[in-house]
């Protein structure tokens, strides 16, 4: 059983930055594959970026490539995502996700535990 806490939120302004935060439980973390998905209101649930466990292998968003980075620190068993150059369409909550699969998981069915969310707003 792994739990996810997700932490960094907040308001910002449109080309401001934030830095969201997962923190997971478990001693396997590293086996995992993590991911950030993000729901804007009235929108599917879609994923913006993915780090696998082994391999380091990263997955990112058409829209936010080279714009937000994905990392992670095993040690403390947690993910982060560095998001820059933030827009008003970047508004959502975004939630992390870990997956035991070894390969990149871009299907919100492929992850097994779920964050609560933290809520990401950029203002124009």
């Known amino acids: 059983q792994v739990q996810l806490v997700e932490s960094g939120g907040g308001l910002v302004q449109a080309g401001g930055s934030l830095r969201l935060s997962c923190a997971a439980s478990?001693?396997?973390?590293?086996?995992?594959?993590m991911g950030w998905f993000r729901q804007a209101r009235g929108k599917e649930r879609e994923l913006v970026s993915a780090?696998?466990?082994?391999?380091?292998?990263?997955y990112y968003a058409g829209s936010v490539k080279g714009r937000f980075t994905i990392s992670r620190d095993n040690a403390k068993n947690t993910v982060y995502l560095q998001m820059n150059s933030l827009n008003p369409e970047d508004t959502a909550v975004y939630y992390c996700?870990?997956?035991?699969?070894?390969?990149?998981?871009?299907?919100?069915?492929?992850?097994?535990?779920w964050g609560q969310g933290t809520q990401v707003t950029v203002s124009s």
């Open positions: 478990g001693r396997t973390f590293s086996r995992y594959t």
């Open positions: 996700a870990a997956s035991s699969t070894r390969v990149v998981a871009t299907s919100t069915q492929q992850y097994d535990y």
């Open positions: 780090l696998t466990g082994i391999g380091g292998n990263t």
